[in-house]
């Protein structure tokens, strides 16, 4: 994909990212450590982090025939460099979001059945470590997307704008 009614197509999938990302960041803790939100967010985000890291490479992939047809500036350098480090931390997110959907699904299945799991909710250790994966993940998923959007607007915007307002024009 390259444009999208005549505008590069990174620059519009780079909004889904950076709204998609860190809301099932913010889901998947949500998820790993309150059972009421597991119980109803879990399968939904699960969903979700693997569109996520779907549309990573895509956007990537769009921002490289951006880079192309800019400037060569040590800026979008950095913003393409550092591009390339969003899928992994998409990545995480997502498996640890499925890891979540998975032991509330076998929850759900041993309540019926009767029996025990190993990713069930009894068992501390499970809770604890998925908790401290899905912050781990989940911060270094949000501090990647303000970096590399930071990095993007300075490529974008630095130099190309007045600190001081444009004069206005007889026509407006």
């Known amino acids: 994909m390259t444009t999208v009614n005549g505008l590069p ?24 450590l309150w059972p009421a939100a597991r119980a109803k967010l879990a399968g939904p985000n699960a969903i979700l982090s693997v569109l996520v890291v779907v549309l990573v490479p895509i956007t990537t992939e769009a921002g490289e025939w951006l880079e192309r047809r800019v400037a060569p500036t040590p800026l979008v350098r950095a913003h393409t460099e550092l591009g390339d480090t969003a899928l992994w931390v998409a990545i995480p997110v997502a498996v640890v979001a499925l ?40 911060g270094a998923a949000v501090y990647d997307v303000y970096r590399i959007g930071d990095s993007g607007a300075q490529a974008s915007w630095q130099g190309q704008f007045s600190a001081t307002p444009a004069p206005r024009g007889a026509d407006r």
């Not at 860190?22 to 790993?32: C, D, E, F, K, Q």
């Not at 059945?113 to 009894?122: D, E, N, S, V, Y």
Request: proline share 3%; hydrophobic share 65%; glycine share 2%.
């Open 9 to 32: 197509a990174h620059v519009l999938l780079v909004h889904a990212i950076v709204v998609l990302l860190p809301l099932s960041a913010l889901l998947l803790v949500l998820t790993a």
């Open 99 to 138: 890891l979540v959907w998975w032991r509330r699904r076998e929850s759900v299945r041993a309540e019926t059945a009767g029996r025990r799991t190993f990713l069930a909710p009894a068992s501390t250790a499970v809770t604890v470590v998925l908790s401290v994966l899905a912050v781990v993940a989940a």
